[in-house]
């Protein structure tokens, strides 16, 4: 079970307070809370157990006024008020109730899979919008690298010790390093407008808590198996409609026996100044519509519906086998990262590090070594958020 139904109201909602900064689980809790999305579906969920409810209420009697035998110049005649009621005698009220039960379950597995999906999404916009957090500050701290190497160059240029080349080219990458900021903080907001749309809210989100490494949780890798427990939601909602199919059938055979009308009137002969009683019963025949297409028709959408769950959980393994094996390609790449890459760029960067506080190297040589190891942060960043997406991806593919 995804979500709590008891955390849900028919009643419409206030907008939610969207916190300064916002941690992955506090965007979950918002969606859970306020999502248009499940309060739509909560609200079809009420309505049908309405409907199931008024299921198996009796069709209202009616009044029967009769004259038999009047004219209008004689006080002949006889007079009768009654009542008629039909009665409903192949259990269609309480097949009914049972179709309308049915599509309350319905409902309630459709909520479960919309939230799987508008958790897939948070998860998703999330990642994404982390990884444009951190990535613009990388941006950032390379722009203000390239700024100091083009002071450096315009200080040179003027002792006459760079030419005017070195100058325009240090310019230019100053200019490349701008834009590349600037585009970085334009996807960055995007980003945040895509996470509050995920999540369903209005408002701002100014910045996120959580980072790539601290979104992934590790106890959560470690413990992949113990997640596909429980029935994925698509396949429970197939179920479920299958289950509403055959009730349906059911309430269509049901219907086949057509309700009986019993009337029961006082009668006032006037000529014989009498009263008396008079009893009626009327059967439908079925001879123009006996609903037999009828059945024939709900047959054959359960057949439907049970092909959909098997389509359903063919596709489900698909998913699921193909979200497993972009997991561990993107596990593989980020222990290469962790064990290889990483410790090389650190290596290295540090190497320029001690050659310019011993004088081996200029400054210019040392910032060209920190804005190539800038790039690497970045290509990191981008492997953690494939990492955080295929992990995500997988978490939606046995449904959870």
């Not at 979500?3 to 307070?17: H, I, L, N």
């Not at 005649?77 to 009665?87: A, E, L, P, R, T």
């Not at 490494?213 to 994925?232: G, I, R, T, V, Y």
């Not at 790039?375 to 492997?383: I, K, V």
Request: include cysteine.
């Amino acid at each position: 079970m995804l979500w709590s139904a008891a955390a849900f109201s028919a009643e419409p909602q206030s907008a939610a307070a969207v916190p300064e900064k916002l941690s992955l689980r506090d965007a979950i809790a918002l969606a859970e809370q306020k999502h248009p999305g499940l309060l739509e579906l909560e609200a079809e969920r009420q309505a049908a157990w309405a409907r199931a409810r008024a299921a198996t209420a009796w069709d209202n009697p009616e009044l029967l006024l009769r004259t038999e035998g009047t004219t209008f110049s004689s006080e002949e005649g006889d007079y009768m008020v009654g009542i008629g009621q039909s009665i409903p005698i192949g259990g269609s009220p309480g097949k009914a109730r049972k179709a309308g039960q049915m599509e309350a379950a319905l409902n309630a597995s459709a909520k479960e899979l919309r939230l799987l999906e508008i958790l897939q999404k948070i998860r998703s916009a999330y990642s994404t919008a982390a990884y444009q957090q951190e990535a613009l500050r990388e941006r950032e701290s390379l722009l203000s690298e390239a700024t100091e190497r083009l002071g450096i160059a315009e200080a040179r240029r003027e002792l006459g010790q760079a030419s005017q080349e070195q100058e325009a080219a240090a310019r230019l990458l100053n200019l490349e390093a701008r834009s590349e900021y600037e585009r970085a903080e334009a996807l960055w907001q995007n980003a945040l407008s895509e996470l509050k749309a995920a999540i369903g809210l209005q408002g701002r989100i100014i910045s996120l808590a959580d980072t790539l490494e601290s979104s992934l949780s590790l106890n959560e890798l470690d413990s992949l198996s113990a997640f596909a427990e429980d029935e994925h939601p698509a396949l429970s909602e197939a179920r479920a409609q299958s289950a509403l199919q055959e009730a349906l059938m059911a309430l269509a055979k049901a219907e086949r026996i057509p309700p009986i009308n019993v009337e029961i009137l006082y009668r006032r002969m006037e000529s014989e100044r009498k009263d008396g009683v008079d009893f009626g019963i009327g059967i439908p025949l079925p001879i123009f519509s006996s609903g037999r297409h009828q059945v024939e028709a709900a047959r054959q959408e359960v057949a439907a519906a049970k092909e959909r769950e098997r389509l359903t959980a063919v596709e489900l393994e698909r998913r699921r086998e193909s979200a497993w094996q972009n997991l561990k390609l993107a596990l593989s790449n980020d222990q290469r990262w962790k064990k290889e890459i990483l410790p090389a760029v650190r290596t290295i960067l540090q190497t320029r590090e001690d050659c310019y506080a011993a004088g081996d190297i200029s400054l210019e040589t040392l910032l060209k070594g920190r804005g190539a190891a800038a790039e690497y942060r970045l290509a990191r960043l981008e492997s953690l958020r494939e990492l955080l997406l295929a992990f995500f991806e997988y978490k939606a593919a046995i449904g959870n």
